[in-house]
T-cell receptor, first 111, second 113 residues
Framework: EDQVTQSPEALRLQEGESSSLNCSYT??????LFWYRQDPGKGPEFLFT?????EEKEKERLKATLTKKESFLHITAPKPEDSATYLC????????????WGAGTKLIIKP | DTAVSQTPKYLVTQMGNDKSIKCEQN?????MYWYKQDSKKFLKIMFS???????INETVPNRFSPKSPDKAHLNLHINSLELGDSAVYFC????????????FGPGTRLTVT
């Protein structure tokens, strides 16, 4: 069964303290892996799409990387405004393009 | 100039009632979705429409019925509401049916008492 597991469930960092969030997946042929950000009371906001192992994408303080079994979202020198829940989703090769979502990592950046 | 909008934002109702949630997107996208986000924060796809045609219909009770009057609108009607239907429902859209880069609405928090 296709599955996405994110860790840790929650992460508290001081402002400027870099870290990484993990998204491990088991799917029958990866079509794409997606990172979204969700603020409280709002819908998810698209961040990145990764298609193949070795691929990397960057946006401001965020960098997403992909291997054959997992993806990392690296956050460099985070600021309080980076606080949010970060969601990972995958699209399986034999799917009808639907996304399988992880439960997210709640990131809290303290000033 | 909201991209994907949903109404209402909050919906509190009693068991057995029938309710609808409306969704509109002004992005010119071809594909729209309904998701359910439960208390554990998992997002689960319910339905997807591409150019007004149903393309994803996951295993949801047939009390849930989507309706797409045109490409820009996808409404969700729920009959005979049950306690377990309480959740946040999100509408989303994407440029095409491949589902990449989806844009989400603000969500509708449904509480069934």
């Amino acid at each position: 069964e296709d599955q996405v597991t994110q860790s840790p469930e929650a992460l508290r960092l001081q402002e400027g303290e870099s870290s990484s969030l993990n998204c491990s997946y088991t799917v029958s042929g990866l079509r794409g892996l997606f990172w979204y950000r969700q603020d409280p009371g709002k819908g998810p906001e698209f961040l990145f799409t990764l298609y193949s192992a070795g691929e990397e994408k960057e946006k401001e303080r965020l960098k997403a990387t992909l291997t054959k079994k997992e993806s990392f979202l690296h956050i460099t020198a985070p600021k309080p405004e980076d606080s949010a829940t970060y969601l990972c989703a995958v699209q399986a090769g034999d799917s009808n393009y639907q996304l399988i979502w992880g439960a997210g990592t709640k990131l809290i950046i303290k000033p | 100039d909201t991209a994907v909008s949903q109404t209402p934002k909050y919906l509190v109702t009693q068991m057995g009632n029938d309710k609808s949630i409306k969704c509109e997107q002004n992005l010119g996208h071809d594909t729209m979705y309904w998701y359910k986000q439960d208390s554990k924060k998992f997002l689960k796809i319910m339905f997807s429409y591409n150019n007004k045609e149903l393309i994803i219909n996951e295993t949801v009770p047939n009390r849930f019925s989507p309706k797409s009057p045109d490409k820009a609108h996808l409404n969700l009607h729920i009959n005979s509401l049950e306690l377990g239907d309480s959740a946040v429902y999100f509408c989303a859209s994407s440029q095409e049916y491949t589902g990449r880069e989806q844009y989400f609405g603000p969500g509708t928090r449904l509480t069934v008492t």
